[in-house]
């Protein structure tokens, strides 16, 4: 299984301010038929994942143009800037480029 | 809109058969390639995809629980079913169904999710 790696962990930030989330995979993303599925959902507490970037740098209806997706082949980043209150709790990532899905191990926002 | 909600039995005991359902509105399973799909999430933990069934009846499996897992839908199309058969405390978690719309390989909607416990 293709293994993704979150980092940091744990983000402490202040509200206003500007984040970055780096999920690494153990193989590369590229698919065969040259998109790269790599995917980022925020879970806020007590809630399902919800869907803001697909395929790298797409983001998803309604998610505000604070969320920027970016990367390739094993590396990738979101960015979060003027962080407001709604954007903590713990962002994963997807692939789905191999069988099977794989998320990665998340990474919690929180006020410093 | 699309809305997904899981059901299941809440607590059972170790060694019986999970029994979970996801009812979905919005979108219909019967038009080409969309895919509901099982995920599931221990308390405190992160994500791991189980299973998922396209518009026609093909099933998707994670081998690491592939001979647990049975994924079906209805001929409604409105309702998928997931089987994990002897459980153990290991599948204690939440449980969500979640589409994927024809040709997006990525989760769009989820539903709220349902916890299992399995205890003795």
């Known amino acids: 299984d293709v293994l993704m790696t979150q980092t940091p962990v744990s983000l402490p930030v202040s509200l206003g301010g500007q984040v970055s989330i780096s999920c690494r995979s153990s193989?590369?993303?590229?698919?065969?038929?040259?998109?790269?599925?790599l995917h980022w959902y925020l879970q806020k507490p007590g809630q399902s994942p919800q869907l803001l970037i697909y395929?790298?740098?797409n983001r998803f209806s309604g998610v505000p143009d604070r969320f920027s997706g970016s990367g390739s082949g094993t590396d990738f980043t979101l960015k979060i800037s003027r962080v407001e209150p709604e954007d903590l709790g713990v962002y994963y990532c997807?692939?789905?480029?191999?069988?099977?899905?794989?998320f990665g191990s998340g990474t919690k926002l929180e006020i410093k | 809109q699309v809305t997904l909600k899981e059901s299941g039995p809440g607590m059972l005991q170790p060694s019986k058969t999970l029994s979970l359902t996801c009812s979905f509105s919005?979108?219909?399973?019967?038009?080409?390639?969309?895919?509901v799909s099982w995920i599931r999430q221990p308390s405190g933990k992160s994500l791991e995809w189980l299973a998922a069934?396209?518009?026609?009846?093909?099933?998707y499996y994670n081998p690491s629980l592939k001979s647990r897992l049975t994924v079906s839908k209805d001929t409604s199309n409105t309702q998928v079913f997931l089987k994990i058969t002897s459980v153990d405390t290991a599948d204690t978690a939440t449980y969500y169904c979640?589409?994927?719309?024809?040709?997006?390989?990525?989760?769009?909607?989820w539903g709220q999710g349902v916890m299992v416990t399995v205890s003795s």
């Open positions: 069934i396209d518009w026609d009846g093909d099933k």
């Open positions: 193989q590369s993303l590229v698919h065969s038929d040259g998109n790269t599925y």
């Open positions: 395929r790298v740098s």
């Open positions: 979640a589409r994927s719309l024809p040709h997006n390989n990525w989760f769009d909607y």
């Open positions: 919005g979108f219909s399973l019967s038009t080409s390639g969309m895919v």
């Open positions: 997807l692939q789905s480029t191999h069988f099977p899905l794989t």
